[in-house]
């Protein structure tokens, strides 16, 4: 914390700051007690210069506009909010209970908990759609618990208001963490917002009963494939009830998926809950297999950046394996030509496969490593939606480095996907 923010341990004059709670990317969070009134606040310090850094600016007075719109005994309260030359400080009701994720990773939930946590959910979701505010980045990770065993949704950095709809009555911005991002989001073709939290909600029951997500896989273009075909199974310990709500909020189809108000209407969601949730381990083995850590919501926002998708992926297999990823929404064989006219203009070979997914480019001159070799592979994500992976499949580093910055990447750059709306505040 800026050492001229404080005088004598006292933040701004005004509240007296205690250990450190969290962190994040670009924030710390620090136990903070108001020495006027002696209540604690969970203290939020985020550093303007890191957020600035990487125009998030927008994404934090977003946060602060929505916080001070949406008061709910299930959403965590922000207070007030200061500023210095150097932080942003956000004082928000401390919850003590933690991550809803911790829990869960322990082991599945039983029915009647889950029950109890999904209905506090969707009552909070039902009041920020009520006030024309989607959260967008729903996941346990964003579920805190008091002492009281009460649900609180947290963190609105991604939240859209209705006034960011375009003409169309439609939100663009493609943000969320994957695994529970909704697929119209995916298809890059406008969503409801509303549509899009329920579907997050689904995702969210599902791991509360289950212990694991609905759509895994090792390979995120897989496990898109898997969100965008709604391509899920329900465990044999479900209850029928169960089965029947999740499957309904799992749709992939959201004009079809179902609406908060029949939720509210279904027979699981009326059966009584406990008033003190208890967490369980009903087996041990059970463990809830999550990229949260690797793939955040900051992550999946890259996509709007065009070139270079690799943050979407395991960062350290990517500089192992010098690969670079790009979207587009051209078709396949657009793509193929592209490249067929790259190595041409430098006099490569090309081979591709019979259903032009995939390619490879051969140099016939010798290098400081032999000849270089590049292969190209094509990932339909949605029928209109893919993503090109590049990498050196032979020859010198340096080489195939200088091939993509001055051959590769200009003769792209009119097929590479990027939306005007994610350079803007309209999301």
């Not at 914390?1 to 005088?7: F, G, K, P, S, V």
């Not at 210095?84 to 939930?109: C, P, Q």
């Not at 939606?385 to 590769?408: A, H, I, M, P, R």
Request: with cysteine.
């Amino acid at each position: 914390m800026a050492a001229e923010d404080r005088n004598n341990g006292v933040l701004l004059g005004k509240y007296e700051i205690g250990r450190q709670l969290g962190h994040g990317t670009f924030a710390k969070v620090y136990h903070a007690r108001n020495l006027q009134t002696g209540k604690s606040v969970a203290m939020k310090m985020i550093a303007k210069e890191k957020v600035i850094k990487v125009g998030m600016t927008d994404h934090i007075q977003r946060e602060i506009s929505v916080m001070k719109m949406v008061r709910h005994p299930n959403i965590v309260e922000l207070h007030e909010v200061m500023a210095s030359r150097s932080n942003i400080y956000f004082a928000m009701e401390l919850v003590r209970g933690g991550e809803l994720f911790s829990k869960i990773e322990k082991g599945r939930l039983r029915e009647g908990v889950a029950r109890s946590y999904f209905q506090q959910l969707i009552s909070a979701v039902d009041f920020c759609h009520s006030r024309g505010v989607y959260h967008r980045d729903l996941k346990p990770e964003n579920l805190l618990l008091d002492e009281d065993g009460n649900l609180k949704v947290t963190d609105f950095g991604l939240s859209a208001f209705s006034d960011h709809l375009r003409q169309d009555g439609l939100l663009h911005t493609t943000c969320g963490t994957p695994a529970y991002v909704a697929p119209e989001v995916i298809g890059k073709k406008g969503y409801d917002g509303s549509k899009a939290d329920i579907w997050s909600c689904g995702v969210i029951l599902y791991v509360l009963l289950a212990g694991f997500l609905p759509f895994q896989d090792d390979n995120i273009i897989a496990m898109y494939k898997k969100i965008y075909r709604g391509d899920f199974k329900c465990p044999p310990w479900f209850s029928s009830d169960a089965r029947r709500l999740i499957t309904k909020l799992l749709d992939p189809n959201p004009k079809s998926r179902i609406t908060i108000s029949k939720i509210m209407e279904s027979t699981w969601f009326k059966k009584s809950a406990p008033k003190k949730p208890k967490f369980i381990f009903e087996d041990e083995t059970t463990t809830l297999k999550c990229k949260g850590e690797t793939l955040n919501a900051f992550h999946i926002i890259s996509l709007s950046e065009g070139f270079d998708l690799s943050p979407l992926f395991e960062e350290k297999k990517r500089e192992e394996k010098q690969e670079i990823r790009f979207a587009t929404m051209k078709p396949a064989g657009a793509v193929v030509s592209k490249l067929e006219a790259v190595a041409k203009a430098v006099k490569f070979s090309v081979k591709k496969s019979g259903d032009e997914s995939s390619l490879r480019l051969q140099g016939h001159e010798n290098g400081r490593k032999g000849k270089l070799g590049i292969s190209a592979e094509i990932f339909a994500v949605t029928p209109a939606f893919l993503v090109v992976e590049v990498k050196k499949s032979s020859g010198d580093t340096l080489e195939y480095n200088q091939f993509c910055s001055k051959e590769l990447r200009p003769a792209l750059k009119d097929i590479v996907w990027t939306s005007p709306a994610d350079h803007s505040t309209q999301a």
